[in-house]
Nanobody, 124 residues
Framework: QVQLVESGGGLVQAGDSLRLSCAAS????????MAWIRQAPGKEREFVAT????????YYADSVKGRFTISRDNAKNTVYLQMNSLDPEDTAVYYC?????????????????WGQGTQVTVSS
C-alpha cells in the first residue's frame, strides 16, 4: 500500500501561484510514477502532469504547459506541482496518484493509489 497526502491547495486570484505537495508513505516511493490529476465540477478527471519513477521524463497537459511544473524528491518521498499564472479554468480538486513503474504512466488505470485531493479555486 502507498498512502498519499496532498497539501497546498486554496483560494487564489487569477495570475497567482500555488505549490501543491504530495507526501507518500508505505512503499518505496522511487518505484512509482507519480501524477497530478484534477477534476472540475461536472467534468471527468484529467491528467495535469506526470513524472516517471526516475524523474527523467515528464508530461504536461496542453492547458498547463509553460505554467505548471511537476517535480519529485525521492529522498523526501514527495512530489510537487508548482502552478503559476493560475486561471479560473484551473479550478478543480487536484489529486496526487501513484502507478507502479512497470505500468504505462499515461494510462489513468495504472494509478491505483490516490490521495484524498486538495481543492484549488481561482477567482477572476
Amino acid at each position: 500500500q502507498v498512502q498519499l497526502v496532498e497539501s497546498g491547495g486554496g483560494l487564489v486570484q487569477a495570475g497567482d501561484s500555488l505549490r501543491l505537495s504530495c507526501a507518500a508513505s508505505g512503499r518505496t516511493f522511487s518505484n512509482y510514477h507519480m501524477a497530478w490529476i484534477r477534476q472540475a465540477p461536472g467534468k471527468e478527471r484529467e491528467f495535469v502532469a506526470t513524472i516517471r519513477w526516475s524523474g527523467r521524463s515528464t508530461y504536461y497537459a496542453d492547458s498547463v504547459k509553460g505554467r505548471f511544473t511537476i517535480s519529485r524528491d525521492n529522498a523526501k518521498n514527495t512530489v510537487y506541482l508548482q502552478m503559476n499564472s493560475l486561471d479560473p479554468e484551473d479550478t478543480a480538486v487536484y489529486y496526487c496518484a501513484a502507478a507502479y513503474f512497470d505500468k504505462p504512466p499515461m494510462d489513468l488505470r495504472s494509478y491505483v493509489y490516490w490521495g484524498q485531493g486538495t481543492q484549488v479555486t481561482v477567482s477572476s
